[in-house]
């Protein structure tokens, strides 16, 4: 009897706050940027051992973004960071972000990297509990 009463809560009981872990944004990863919204489809965030690193793929909004300049590419760079990144890895300290265009796909759909146009690199760390760039030298 009681092992049927703690089955029918654990049941009805919503899962815990905890171990959903942070809750992503409706669309996803999705980011506004110089009136075009880039899908989360052609955003990739992946965890490294020192960072969170961000690619976006560009290309398919090539031509809707002609005439972005460089601080619509700062201000898509920091939202990459600071949106999907950030409470994704909310423990994360540093995030990489690299805007680029793959103008090739393989035969599955993949990257070219060979045929890759880097636009910017931007690094971003966390100060005082808020997303801050930072000035590299390359």
Known sequence: MILKLIAAVCLLAPPSAALAGPSLPEGGC???A????????DIMVSKKPDHV????????YH?????????????????AAS???????????????????????DSY????WSSVK???KYQFAKKKGAWKPVNTKE
């Open 118 to 120: 880097v636009l910017g």
């Open 53 to 60: 690193h961000v690619l976006v793929d560009l290309f398919p």
């Open 83 to 105: 949106g999907c990144a950030a409470l994704k890895y909310p423990d994360a300290k540093s995030i990489k972000v690299d805007l680029a265009e793959f103008s090739e796909r």
């Open 109 to 112: 759909g993949a990257p070219v």
């Open 34 to 41: 110089a009136g075009v919204l880039v899908k989360d489809a």
């Open 63 to 79: 031509d809707a973004m002609k005439t972005a300049g460089p601080k619509d590419l700062d201000k898509l760079a920091f939202n």
């Open 30 to 32: 999705s980011i506004l």
